[in-house]
Structure formats: C-alpha cells, structure tokens
C-alpha cells in the first residue's frame, strides 16, 4: 500500500476542498438567506483574482515592498469583490424578491454573462499570468514537497475562515439577524431586523470569502482568466448541495468530500471521467440524504 | 418634474459606480509584458453611463409600481395582455392567421440562406423550448439538464447513420424515443428530490451525458465528432445547398407546428391538469390522488421526444456534431427561452426562442458586446417583466357575487 | 395599462431592430474581392482568432494601398463563430450570402469542420491558419480547403522521433485536455510512440480550467515516466508544468504547437526551464515575417499573437491566387494555388493536392533563458 501516495492525493483533494469551500460559503448563505442560486458568484470569485491582479500590479510597478502588496492585493480585491456582490444584490435580485424564483434565476445568469464579458472586453480575453503573492516560507521548506506553502496558506485561510464565520453566525447579532431571516423573513421583519440590510450584509460576506478564495487560487494556480468562475462556480455549487444547501458546515464538508472524491479517482482510477464520477457520487447521496449530508430534513408542510 | 431627490440619488449611483469599476475599467493590466495602461476616459464614460442608466430605471421603476397599483385599485378585472385580446377577437384572428401563414411559407423565398438558416436554428430551439416548457413551465420541474436529451437525439442519429446507414426520416421517430426513454432514466433517481436539488442533480446529468461522449471514444468518437453527417434527403433526390436549407426550414415548420398541437393537447387533457396541479403544490395533488411519481415520469419522458427530435434535426443541419455544442450552457439558453418568453405559454416560448437565438445573431455588428448586451437584456427583462415577455393566462373560473 | 404599453413598447422596439437589421444584413457591396475572416473573436478560445483578424487587416491595407486585386479593392467580412461547430456554420452561410469569395478561416479543427461542408457545396475556397487537423486535407473530403500550418499527424511523429532518438525516451506519460484539438493530437503521439516501442504507462486527459491538478501529477509522478507528453493548450500545460517542478519531479515535458507560445513562458515563469514544444518553424529571420510584425506593432501597439504569421501568409496565398487566376473562378484559384508560388512571412510556399502547404513544417523547441530556442 502506498502509504505516500495516498498522503499526497489526501492533501491534494484537502487543497481542492478547501477552495470549493470557500466559494461554496458564498452559494450556501445566499441560498440560505433568498432561496436562490447566485450564478454570478462565482464571476465574484473572478472579480476578486483580477482586482487582486491589478492592484498588484500596478503596485509592483511603484516598487512597494512584497509584504505591503499581499496585504493590500488581497485587502481590496476582498473590498472589491464585496462592493460588487453587494450592488449585484441590488441591482438583479432585489427588484425580483417577490418574483418566481425562475425569474430571479434567469436574471442570475444574465449577470453571470454580462460580468464575465465586462471583464473579458476591460482586459482581455488571454491568461493571465498571476504573481505568487504567498511567498515560499523557509521554515516549512522540509515539508514542502509534501505541501507547497501556497497549499498550507490556503488550509489555514479555509480553517480560519470557516471559524469566523461560525463565530459571525452563533455569536453575533448580525449573525442571528441572519439565522432569523432565514427562517422566516416576514416574521424577521415583524421582530424589527432590517430584512434589507441582513441580505446586503448575507451577500457581502458571502462575496468577501470569495474574494478570499480566487486571490488564493490564483496564487496557487498562476494564471486567470474571465472564464475562470463559471466552473469553479459550478463545483463550489455541487459541493454546497452536497453538503446540504443552506448549512454553513455542510458547504465545507460537502466541499472537502467533493475534493477527496475527484482526488482519489483521479489519482486511482481515471482522471477522464472524474467529473463524471463526481456528479454520480452526488446523485448517490442525494438518493439517500435528499437533503443533503447536513441539511435539515424538511418536512413539507400542508 | 424630475425631482431633486431623483437626481442626487442618481449621482449617488453614478459615483458608486466610477469607483467599483475603476480597477477593471481603467486599469488595463497586462503581466505578460508586464505593461500597466490607464485609461482615465473610461471612467468618465461609466459614471456618464451609469448617472443615465440609473434615472431612467428609477423613472421606469416608479411607473412600474404606479402602475402596479392602479391595479389593485381597479380590483379584479382581468388584465389581458394585448396579444391575447387581439388573438381573442376573431375579426382579427383570421386575418392575421393567413398573413403569418402566408410569410411563414414564403420566408426562404424572401431572405436570403443565411437568414433561414438562422430562421431554422430558431425553431430547433422553439422545439426544445416547447418541451422544456412541458417539464419547467407545466410540471414545474426545475430541469438543468435538458441538454443530455437534444445531446441523445443528435448522437443518435450521427451513430446510427455510421454504424448501419438509418436515414434522416427513420431517425426522426427513434431519436424521439431514445429522448424519452433517457428522460425516464433520468426521472427514476430524482423522484424524491425537491426544488433546487433536482436541479443541480439534473444539471449533473447533463454534465454526465456530455464527459461520456468526450470521454468513451470507442462509442463517441470523442471530442473530434462525427462529421458528414447527411442531411435529410427528399425521396433520396440530392438537393443542392440552398433547396437543402429550404428544405429543413420547412421540415421544422411541419415539425414546430406538430409540437404545438401536441403540447396543446396535453395541456388541456388529464395528464396535463395533473402537472398543473403537481406544480401548484406536490402533497394537494397527491391527496388528490394522482400518481405522482407516474406524472413526473411522464413530464420528464416527453418532454425529452421533442429534445431528441430536435438533435436528430440539428445533426442533419450542422452536419457535425462533437460533445462541446451540448454544455450546460446550452441547457441554460433554453432555460431563458422558456423563462424569458413566459413559463407555460406557448407563445411565450415562440418569441422567447425567436428573440433569445436571433437577437445574438444580429447583434453580430456588435460583435464583442454581443453578450455583454445579451446578459444585459436578461437582467432587464427579468426586472421589468418577471413573468416573461409573454405569461400564460390560465382559465380561471370567478365567481362573482350578485349582490353588494 | 403601464405594464401593457411597456409591453408593446419593448415588443415593438425588438421588432423593429429585426426588421431593420434584417434588411440591412443582405445588402451587396459594390464590386469589390470579398475576403472572409471566420473565427474564434470571443469567447474563451478568442487570443487564437483575434491575430488572424489583424493579420488580414494588414494584408489588405497593404494590397488595397498597392492597387487592389485585379483591379478591384479587396473587402475584408469579419464573422466570429467562437470555436463552436453550430455557430460556424451559421458564419459560413453567412459569409456565402454576402457573396465572399475566399475565406481565411476558421481557426478551432472543429468550427472548420462544421463550416466546410458549406464552403464546399458552395464551391469557396477555405484556407486556415490554425487548424491541424490531418482528415481535414488528408481525408479528401474537402477539396476546396487549406492550411499554411501543418498538420497534426506531422507534429506527433516529430515529437516522438525528437523524444526516442535525442531525449532517449523509453517510457511517457500522454495526457490531454479533452478537446478536439488537445485529445487528437495526443491520440496520434500515443499511436507514434507506441509503434516506436516506448512503453506508454498512462494515457489520461484533464479538465480544463479545473481548481487545481496535483492529483493527475502525482499519478504521473507515482508511474515514474521518463517524459510527459502533453496535447492541448499552453494555460494546461503551464499549471501542470509548474506543478511538476514544484514536486521536484525530473521528468521531460513535451507539448506541441498548442504550448510553443512565449504566454506560456511568461505564465510559468521560472518553470518553464527545459520545456520542449514542437512547433512551425522558426520563422523570425524571414524579412516579410520582420515587416508584418513591425506593421502590426504601429497599427496595434502590441505584438502579435497567436497564428499571426500563418495567418498573414494564408491572406497573401489566397489574395496572390485570385490575382495570378485572373478571375474568382473556383477551378481557376484552386489550379493557381497549387501551381503558383507565393512569397510569405513562412517563406516561399505553395500547396500540394491535398491542400497542406508546402514549404513550412514543424521544429522543436526549447525553452532556454526564458525563451523559445529552435532545437536543430
């Protein structure tokens, strides 16, 4: 048994996991908040790596320190990414709220397009390549063959994420603003929560991780492109339904699970039809957990 | 008129928008030759854009709710949509009926063979609309993965044509039935899956179909496609491109006009009132004692025939197919039709499929903004009219009380 | 009713804009030569097209300046088909209805197959800069296309014998990345190599545009290969390539035309070291090669992309043909472009029966020092 080669596939699909999660939070809290699938986030999740780009870049050019681009790269591509979710939200869902949810659906696509083609014609339609922002930390050098530091940044970001998040929801009282608006929005409003602000904060947040995820990513990967947030997108959804849509843990589980999957049929069967596989694998346990791994059970009332 | 307000709140907008736009609109970056390019006028121009764009949608929007209103005050007459009160009155429907018919019938004679062609393509995608229509807009199914059905259909026929030499019009009837019973495989694992799950597992069915095809060489022949496929032949006579594209121009009309009789006929009839009444609301209807997993099974299954038609069609068009025409993007184009044209009225689907396939086409001098400008459309009209270009009206019978 | 008279507003606005667009779209210039440019211009696959529009446009700026072809001004038709079969043949009907006479194009192996069955049935002349592959010219179903680029069958031969007779090669790993062009080329490497006798341990093809490829490169890595063989598009190849020398991995990578572009040096940066690619040979010394890129580089302000040079050669072949044929006659073109030889940026070329250029092939390549260097 190859004891070194399954440590490996298992961190790769860790590092795969963990970067669905991160966009899957996104899908997930929205889903959560509105019932609906946000087709554009993961052109948020783009928005993000190109701004993180940009500011790089430019600030490369004026010769700042490497530390000093990190920070503020990823700071306002997050701000960024948050301020473009936050006027999606606005502009393509608000006026749809009380809508059929189609509606809302087909407007989602239509902003996915038109994001996805305003930064391809504003930049350009070639790859780009991306900076490594995270530096190779010497301290890990010894391990490093086993896990790249871009791959330790990004477990920890996912972790520390993950905590924050949780903490925003338990423990805050935007985060049971939050929790209450999703059980019930009219009920919400009767208690006094500004319904409209909890979904603008809901979409924030959700597009911040996002943000989070595509600078990451694309440090890792080294190259973007305006193409790049539609199948991400499409994964992190997988993942999230997985995981039962809806539930903040349940996105990263079903985001990890998803990750080990493709990983380990990859790297033991066929990476053809790893896809394949990974769609099967949901249909299979949606057959058995129609809600999902975590997802409540909901009974249907009549 | 306009008030003070309006245009602060505009400026406000158009402020916003400058700064959310500045990097990836001023800041051209290229790291490749490691060139920064800064291009202040677009700045100006989105925030000119942005001030505009925004007056006018709040304009718009303000009328949108008066409007609203007004019909509440009005009470509870029905509001019928002009079309409907044309088609409604009969000195105006047989008239319009023959001049339709009449340019319907001389349309490849009147533009040219690009114009049909694209005609052509527009009534595949009326086909798969109108069935995309039975499972979404009927049943209220929420299907992503109707393109694996149009997928079976096209490969069909491209490898029953291969393999054995099955012409064009004995595809036709069996590509149909391949789409349905793919549709019912396709029902039997989803049956218990609500909403948006039955989503994702249907647009990972969709996904499914179209990495076999890439992926199973042996059968698909792969990415490469199958190529030379023939196109439908009349009384085995060879016709020359241009009769070609006339011809299926006209075999799509028969086949649009077939689909709209049948479908009609299903709405009216039992099964059609059961996905009516599936859709309305699940635990009613089974209390009412219809068989649900039956009436699924049966959305699913024929709305999959016309799917499979219409690839057995665009095979013989194109000539030649390879897995990347079948994404999911092409499931979610035909989502817009049938959303965009009006959940569950034929109509509606007719002019969804004409607008949403035409209108790229003749965008095409707009070549690079033609899909900034189609997102664009999509957002608008779904905000400005969420029930579609076209809603369906269905028969309500009222009861109105004598006296007051 | 406001909901109304929006509805007959936006209606009427829609119909109009059909019916104005309608009639303008089948107007017929005056007498002029139609050339027809067809490609990828949007879409993911738009940096391989949108150089063959630039190239075109600086040949006929050129040719028209010069006087035209026999006479006339030479009109460029710019359609986009984005690399999609469906969408290429509503370009090629198209361009037939607006009476072009050749067409430079189409860029994806695909789209070109799609279209040509409308070319040919409308006897036009089709030539590509880009598409390689080899049923296209060798399947003898399209007489009337042809390429200034080699084709597939070709380039795999080459890089086999480069891998078993210079690298010594003995075991590889082929992957792809699931495409038309990507899974064609490797298949035909995987067929070379295995007649060559190299033991081919794993044959797998990857998502594009996947979150992330260590698990395929640890397979790779654990089947312990001396060379990667890549078919596909350099964005694959340079995150693939840059996950292999981060796991330290020693083994040869070689792609082919899809990879031999200086993107994929910049993208993988200090990984792209030793990389192998076969590709068109090196035609930077060639002064008609020099002068295009420097009239590309003072109407664009940038440097040329992807297929510019094949593409340029393609429009001067496909405008010296009509001009030597004296006429648009198809019989007269394709007889001039066979027996004629025409001075281009690849070189003096001409075509041989089954419409492959002659006079162009492919070189491998290495990268050395963050560039390109031809390997002889």
Redesign the interface.
Known sequence: MDWEYLLDLFLGGLTRGSIYALIALGYTMVYGIIELINFAHGEIYMIGAFTALIVASVLGLMGMNHIVIIILASVIAIIYSAAYGFTVEKIAYKPLRQAPRLSALISAIGMSLFLQNYVLLAQTSNFLPFPSLIPDFDFWEPYAHILTSQELVILITTAVVMILLTFLIKFTRTGKAMRATAQDKVMAALVGIDVNRIISTTFVVGSATAAIGGVLIASHIGQINFYMGFIAGIKAFVAAVMGGIGSIPGAVLGSLVLGWTESFFTGYISSDYEDVFAFLFLVVILIFRPSGILGRSETQKV | MFSFNEIKKSLAASVWLMFLTFPILVIRVNTVENVVEWRWKNMVYAGAAAFIISFLANFLVKRKEAGNKNEKDKGNKETLFISQRLLNDKRFFFPALVVVTIFILSFPFLFSMYQTSIMSTALIYVMLGLGLNIVIGLAGLLDLGYVAFYAVGAYSYALLNHHFGITFWVALPIGGVLGAIFGIILGYPVLRLRGDYLAIVTLGFGEIIRLVLENWNAFSFGPSGISNIPRPDLFGIDLSLQANINFIYYILIGLVIFTIFVVNRLQNSRIGRAWIALREDEIACQAMGIDKAKTKLMAFALGATWAGMGGVVFAAKTTFINPASFTIWESVMILCIVVLGGMGSVIGVIVGAMVLILLPEYLRAFSEYRMLIFGTMLVTMMVFRPGGIIPDIRKKYTFEEKDK | ????S???V??SI?LS??MC??IS??TFAADTIKLGVAGA????L??YG?PSIKAAELVVKDINAKGGVLGKKVELL???DA????VA??TA??L???GVDVVLGHIC??AT??AL??YK??KIICMSPSAT?TDLTLSG?YPNFYRTIAYDDAQAQLQVKFATETLKVKSAAILHD???Y???AA?LAKKYAEQAGVDVKLF????P????Y???V??V??AEVDAVIWGGY??EA??II?LMK???METKFIGADGVKD??FI????KYAEGVYATGPMDVSQNPLAIAAKKAHQEAYG??PGAFFDSAYAAALALLNAIEKAGSTDYDAVSKALKTEYVDTPLGKISFDENGDAIGIGFSVYQVENGAFKELK
């Open positions: 009713m406001m909901k109304n929006f509805g007959r936006l209606i829609v804009v059909f667009l309608l779209g089948s211009h949007s879409g993911d738009a940096s949108i710019t359609e986009d690399c999609k079969p469906e043949t509503n009907t198209k037939v209805s607006q192996s695909g197959k799609a069955g409308i049935d409308s592959n179903d699931k495409g038309d990507g899974k064609g298949e797998e093809g990857v998502t545009g996947a979150v992330d260590s698990a395929i640890q397979k890595k654990r350099h964005p340079s995150k840059t981060k796991e330290r200086d993107t910049k993208v993988a940066g940038s440097d």
